[in-house]
C-alpha cells in the first residue's frame, strides 16, 4: 500500500498562485501513474491531472494551461502548480496513485487505488 500525505493548500485571491505537494511513502515500486483530483463544495469527485511514470501528463480542460503537474522521483514528491487561480477551482485537492494497469488519464484519478487525505484550497473572488 502507497501512503500519500498532501500539503500546500491555502486561501488565495483570484488570479493567484499556489503549489501543492503529496509525499508518497511505503510500497511505492508498483506506482506507474500519479496524479490530483478535486471535489468542490457540493459537486462531485473530478480528475485534475496525471502523470505517468516515465513523465507523461495529462490534464483535464478545465485547468489546461493553468496547471503543472509535475514529480521528482528521488524525493517520491508530487506537485500540482497552479496559476492564474478561479473561484471555481476552490476544492479539496487529492493525491492519487496507480499501478502499471491503470489507464494514466485525468478522467480515472477519482478512482485510483491509493490517496491522500487532501488538501484545501479556497479562491476568493
Known amino acids: 500500500q502507497v501512503e500519500l500525505v498532501e500539503s500546500g493548500g491555502d486561501t488565495v485571491q483570484s488570479g493567484g498562485s499556489l503549489r501543492l505537494s503529496c509525499v508518497a511513502s511505503?510500497?511505492?515500486?508498483?506506482?506507474?501513474?500519479m496524479g490530483w483530483f478535486r471535489q468542490g463544495p457540493g459537486k462531485g469527485r473530478e480528475g485534475v491531472a496525471t502523470?505517468?511514470?516515465?513523465?507523461?501528463?495529462n490534464y483535464a480542460d478545465s485547468v489546461k494551461g493553468r496547471f503543472t503537474i509535475s514529480q521528482d522521483n528521488a524525493k517520491k514528491t508530487l506537485f500540482l502548480q497552479m496559476n492564474y487561480l478561479k473561484p471555481e477551482d476552490t476544492a479539496m485537492y487529492y493525491c492519487?496513485?496507480?499501478?502499471?494497469?491503470?489507464?494514466?488519464?485525468?478522467?480515472?484519478?477519482?478512482?485510483?487505488?491509493?490517496r491522500g487525505q487532501g488538501t484545501q484550497v479556497t479562491v476568493s473572488s
Open positions: 492519487a496513485a496507480a499501478g502499471s494497469s491503470a489507464w494514466c488519464h485525468d478522467s480515472q484519478v477519482p478512482d485510483f487505488p491509493d
Open positions: 511505503g510500497y511505492t515500486d508498483n506506482t506507474y501513474c
Open positions: 502523470i505517468y511514470k516515465f513523465g507523461h501528463t
